[in-house]
């Protein structure tokens, strides 16, 4: 088993004491390997906002860096830890740059065979923001969420009440615990509603643009996505009443989208 640690904190702080308790875990119990991706030591330039990744597809992005490299190492990985201190009442600045250059796995999802645990510490503020951006990224991208921490960790030289410590150790076991079991059973959850509500937007909006969007059509379309009794990704079960919502928000979609994609010059492609 391997987990890839994606740290978004540019130091071995709080949020890197925390992945390392999380990796002391599982190394106790079982043989994992935990590989490190410091953002802050790699080569990973910001999205030069070209939209070619996008309308030509990634491996013709111009910015020539570790960014392949590191795509790479999360598909090597079972599972990946996102782990981001709060900066700013959300993600750091190293997370941020990180998820925008693989913002075309937004359109084009993999990692369905991967978990994923999502880590956030903070100073007072902005858990929820962080983990829920970090969901909706690292769902939206295929992975299997399976644990979330976050953490209240004052930096050094402001006091930390006891009882708020205890709450991170536990809150920490808690999802180390959940993800832990997810990793080794290996078995895939069932989707969200908000996991539900993306597919059926996406293959809305990807099968109506069709030659507006041909890198993302065809995309979907080889992963036969399209097809009307897919109602997810891949196959799990999926609670009736979310597919439910999912056929009215992807017929009301549908609807816009052909008003929008079918009425406007051809000449507007990849702008
Ligand atoms: C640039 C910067 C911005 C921060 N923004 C917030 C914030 O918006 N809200 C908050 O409660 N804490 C904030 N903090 C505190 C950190 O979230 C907190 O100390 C975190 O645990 C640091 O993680 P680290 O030790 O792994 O670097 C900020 C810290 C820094 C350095």
New binding site residues.
Partial sequence: MKVLVIMG?????????ATERIKEVHQSRDTVDFEYLMLNDVDLSHCRGCFICFVKGEEHCPIKDEGQSIEKKMHDADAVIFAS??????V?GLMKVFIDRFSYIFHRPRFFDKKAFLLA??????LKEVLGYLRLVASTWGFDVVAEAG?????AGIPQPASQKQDNDRILQKATEKFHQSLMSGKRSSPSLQDVIVFRAQRAAFEEMGSYSPVDYAYWKEHGWFDRGMRFYVQVPVNPLYDAIGTVVEFVLRRRARKVFQEAPKENVGR
Wanted: proline residues 15%; hydrophobic residues 25%.
């Fill in positions: 904190s540019p130091r071995k702080g709080a949020t890197y004491r201190p709060v900066y700013g009442m959300n750091s510490t903070t100073g007072a503020v902005g953490l209240i960790t004052p930096p």
